[in-house]
């Protein structure tokens, strides 16, 4: 599979293709069919409210596994026409970086999504929810193992593989670096379907996609994706009482929560600005023609 990767890149049109036709148009119709027909054998076994044990994580994943077909057989497709044309295959840089040493960068992790979650507050909090969406937001951070799978695991493997690894991966080979970040935001915003979710997820994308821009890691999306949708899993364990549209400010005051926005802001800067010095410069995406032989004519 990795060696028809190296030669999968998909641009705007494609990635947009992918999250709109694929995966949520057709991932949602074969979700649908698959709980109904496990319903008509097993009945009451799954329900696309994720109110029944494991249905939450089975039914979240369920879109992905079209979207795995898609890639394979397109990536399939690239690497014979590549071997055809003797084309080598894209640049796959590794993980760096650079000046930042690894526990420090482990550290900021938290740090960064932290201080953009409370920025982020006061826009989330003009939204206001209506009944149905509460019920669901409540339902989505459930303090139960299958909620934690769902949402700290799942979603984080799974949508990062698909926003960084896949869309913006790809884009960064076809247009300039900012188009990629913001158009892979923006994607990061549709896919959640909803504008409680979208508006915050565009700018937390945005975040993600400059993070994997410039250290090419995969895995560090991950666990930003995992930290800042286990700090709403914790919320639910530690104040079951809240509301699931509660905003900080309702929880802490005015006051503090002023003092805690102004420091938050300047956390963020002085983080970002420190990575933006020292991580390891983004690599080069252009191809070596010369290193033709590095495709492998093997079908």
């Known amino acids: 599979m990795r060696k028809y990767l190296d030669h999968y890149r998909p641009g705007l049109g494609e990635s947009w293709l992918i999250m709109l036709a694929i995966f949520l148009v057709a991932g949602t119709i074969i979700t649908v069919s698959v709980v109904f027909i496990i319903n008509q054998i097993f009945p009451g076994t799954l329900t696309l409210t994720g109110a029944s044990d494991w249905s939450t994580p089975i ?42 040493p690894l526990p420090l960068f482990i550290l900021l992790l938290p740090v960064l999504i932290i201080s953009l979650s409370v920025l ?9 929810m209506p009944e149905f969406m509460k019920e669901i937001f409540e339902r989505m951070t459930e303090s139960n193992l299958p909620t934690f799978v769902a949402v700290v695991i799942a979603a984080p493997i799974l949508e990062e593989w698909l926003l960084r690894g896949l869309a913006l991966k790809g884009m960064l080979q076809h247009m300039a670096p900012w188009k990629a970040i913001a158009w892979s935001a923006l994607m990061f915003g549709v896919i959640h379907a909803n504008p409680w979710q979208a508006i915050p997820a565009f700018l937390i994308g945005c975040l993600l996609g400059w993070i994997y821009y410039r250290t090419r890691s995969y895995w ?16 639910a364990i530690w104040f079951p009482q809240l509301a699931a549209d509660a905003s900080l400010r309702s929880i802490i005051g005015d006051t503090p929560f002023f003092i805690t926005l102004g420091a938050s802001a300047v956390v963020l800067v002085i983080s970002l600005s ?26």
Do not use: M, W
């Open 59 to 100: 039914v979240y994943v369920l879109p992905f596994t079209f979207v795995f077909l898609y890639v394979y057989l397109r990536s399939r497709n690239k690497f014979r026409e590549a071997v055809l044309s003797n084309r080598p295959p894209y640049p796959n840089p590794r993980p760096a970086l650079g000046r930042v």
């Open 120 to 128: 982020l507050d006061p826009l989330t909090d003009l939204l206001e």
């Open 220 to 235: 560090t999306c991950v666990a930003l994706h995992a930290i800042n949708n286990g700090l709403s899993f914790l919320l």
């Open 274 to 299: 420190y990575l933006n010095k020292y991580l390891a410069p983004a690599p080069s995406l252009i191809i070596n023609h010369e290193q033709h032989e590095t495709v492998s004519p093997e079908l």
